[in-house]
């Protein structure tokens, strides 16, 4: 199946082809003829899938459409897409400006953290589609600058996250202020009770799409653990990043401080690597996001809330330098690579003290995540075994992925994603035939 296939407009067509897009995810495939029927959407969809494009591309159509029918006049808003962080809302707005680059549609991104001065401007001028984080929508409502009684398309992305992130009242705070009337599309995923009662509220006779199990990591990713004593994960980071071929790297920690001081502890030893979190300005976040995807930070340190967004192609390695308390997590943050079709390498740390996250995250995925089980800091009952070998834990490259590669928004770009390179331990169990 190609894009031609889906019942799409020459502009929006034209704009994919521009953009290098050739055959559409199996979300694509099924969300995008749905939603051009107008029906409300429940979108079960692991990060990576392509769900942006999903419902961008019918919305802008649809949009589009209706334009053409109306006499033109002021603008007002007519689609709202909510989403939990101001990585995520970016990209989002980037994707709307990429699939409508030939319509007449005026979007923009709103969120805080910046002076609302451009933002109120914009909004002043008149705009179809807003994109917003819930804190700085709800702000600019009370103080009258948005409205959303013309509101006739609202997405609701990564819904999950939103309760993770404590948003939900938020949302519903919003919700509150929309027309009844309305298109409804609801994402997220994994679907624990809170969200499925949220969906329940908010969709009428939803078609629901869901492209892989609820909590399943991508088959693409490969996956090991090291055991290693907290104290020593600086080192055994480092040791990882030896290896010269292992061009980018997110590294996940549990907190603001840590992110920051694995951070320093990398460029100290000449690793350029940067750490984006949620004390960081804007400016500063969205500097550190721009020289991770230009390549000239090698090593991006994040928190999740920070790192939900990120959608960088060809990110080979994510790091959990801690894991994550929520098994749901670790899916989350895994699928940071291995997105749309291309492989990756997801490889955690584990100390004493997380012993219990690892038991609980496998029982979440139903893997056992393969052990490397020598390393220069094997954690032994308490014991360090301190020699170093021969030769430090390296990786060597895997054969590329049969199929098309995609791009880091949504469609296949011809085949031409880089895979990533491939992990081996120097003795470690044999990874599943599932790889």
Partial sequence: MSFNNLQLIEPVLKAL?????TTPTPIQQQAIPAILEQKDLLGCAQTGTGKTAAFAIPILQLMHQQQQQTPKGRRNIKALILTPTRELAIQIEESFNAYGKYLDLKHLVIFGGVNQFSQVNALRRGIDILVATPGRLLDLMNQGHISLRDINFFVLDEADRMLDMGFVHDVKRVIAKLPSKRQTLFFSATMPPEIQQLANVLLTNPVKVAVTPVSSTAEMIQQCVYFVDKQNKNALLKDILADADIKTVLVFARTKHGADKVAKE?????IRAEAIHGNKSQNARQSALHNFKTRQTRVLVATDIAARGIDIDELTHVVNYDLPNIPETYVHRIGRTGRAGASGI???FCDHEEKAYLKDIQK?????????????YV??????????????PSFQKRPNSNGNGNGNRSGNRNGNSQNANGFRGERRRSFSSSY
Avoid: D, W
């Avoid at 082809?17 to 897009?21: K, L, N």
């Avoid at 979440?364 to 220069?376: D, G, Q």
């Fill in 346 to 348: 997801a490889i955690s």
């Fill in 379 to 392: 954690l032994t009952n308490n014991v360090q075994q301190v020699q170093r070998p021969s030769q430090r």
């Fill in 364 to 376: 979440v995925i139903s893997k056992t995540i393969p052990v490397v089980e020598e390393h220069p």
């Fill in 266 to 270: 990398l460029n100290r030893s000449n």
């Fill in 17 to 21: 082809v521009h953009e290098g897009y």
